[in-house]
């Protein structure tokens, strides 16, 4: 039998690209997208779509009974800057959907569930140089409060019920197809348009603040990767310290007047910049590699030609 995939929070900036890339391996109409709202042309022409409260199990079911669904990619969530705006709203979504969803494995209704954690579970208290896996965890913030507590909810029904869970801790996502979804390191997304549109950007971080981040291409891949490797590799039911690089605004801007020589960078750090120094500089990924052989593709020179490219060639 083939695998049929649901993907809930298909509208969001992981979600777009991941639901495009799984159509192409797995086949359209075996990618079933859904999102609280409708997503965007290119998702709603290209395949199944259906529109799902992330948090209503009754309407989870429903929708992996009318498609026999095998496996759920869980992305609906809020983010890191967002979070801390809306409390309690956040850890509904971002707890409620998870439990309902393991929920549904654990009454075999699914075989295989993708849940993204992120390096917020990291606090001020974490080694911030080469973060292990396995190390102190304290976050500040609603959003890694709510990702630590659904990394051990996935342990737990995946030791207690037998749940194939699997899970990565991603660090900041850069893509030039979506636009920024309210994270703290959402400046490494918009300073790409701004250059672009306006040859400036004020950057809200302060210029030596080093954060891990990674092209949405190898984020991507490594989500598909993970899912597809055999269940005796995932040695992790936490979530997977991943890394590809790191880098600072003043190095992010120092690439970009390499292909726009005019543009202009400016810091005015706001109430995010207290989330960023809470959190690692570089992420110790060496699990991820020895258990199912990630490898990153792309570093700060080459997204960011790849980036201003294909921004050029669409705007």
């Not at 976050?139 to 409060?145: A, E, K, L, R």
């Not at 490494?188 to 348009?193: C, H």
């Not at 954060?211 to 995932?234: C, G, H, N, R």
């Not at 570089?282 to 700060?300: G, V, Y």
Request: contains cysteine; hydrophobic residues 35%; neutral net charge.
């Amino acid at each position: 039998m083939s695998d049929t995939l649901l993907i809930l929070g298909a509208s969001g900036q992981i979600g777009n690209e991941l639901t495009q890339k799984l159509r192409e391996i797995y086949g359209n109409k075996n990618v079933i997208a859904s999102d609280i709202r409708e997503g965007n042309e290119e998702m709603m022409n290209s395949g199944p779509f259906e529109l799902i409260d992330a948090t209503n199990k009754v309407q989870i079911l429903k929708v992996i009974k009318k498609y026999n669904i095998t496996q759920v990619y869980l992305l609906a969530a809020m983010l890191s800057a967002t979070a801390e705006q809306y409390p309690q709203k956040a850890w509904n979504l971002n707890m409620n959907s998870l439990l309902a969803v393991l929920g549904l494995a654990k009454e075999k209704h699914i075989q295989q569930i993708y849940w993204p954690s992120s390096i917020a579970v990291f606090g001020a208290t974490t080694p911030k140089e080469n973060t292990p896996q396995n190390t102190i965890m304290e976050p500040s913030t609603v959003y890694g409060i709510s990702k630590l507590a659904g990394e051990f909810w996935c342990n737990y029904y995946h030791d207690k019920y037998g749940v194939d869970v699997r899970s990565l801790r991603y660090p900041g996502i850069i893509s030039w197809k979506s636009k920024p979804g309210g994270g703290t390191t959402d400046y490494a997304v918009d300073i790409y348009f701004k250059a672009l549109k306006e040859e400036k950007y004020t950057c809200f971080l302060s210029e030596n603040t080093r954060l891990p981040m990674m092209y949405m291409d190898d984020a991507v891949d490594a989500t598909i990767q993970l899912m597809q490797a055999k269940s005796s590799q995932v040695k992790v039911r936490t979530g997977y310290n991943l890394a590809a690089m790191s880098f600072t605004p003043k190095e992010i801007a120092t690439q970009i007047k390499k292909h726009i020589p005019d543009f202009e960078i400016s810091y005015q750090p706001d109430f995010r910049q207290q989330i960023a120094d809470s959190w690692p500089q570089s992420i110790d990924d060496s699990k991820a590699r020895e258990d199912w052989n990630w490898q990153h593709q792309f570093d700060l020179a080459s997204m960011t030609k790849d980036i201003i490219l294909n921004l050029k060639k669409h705007q």
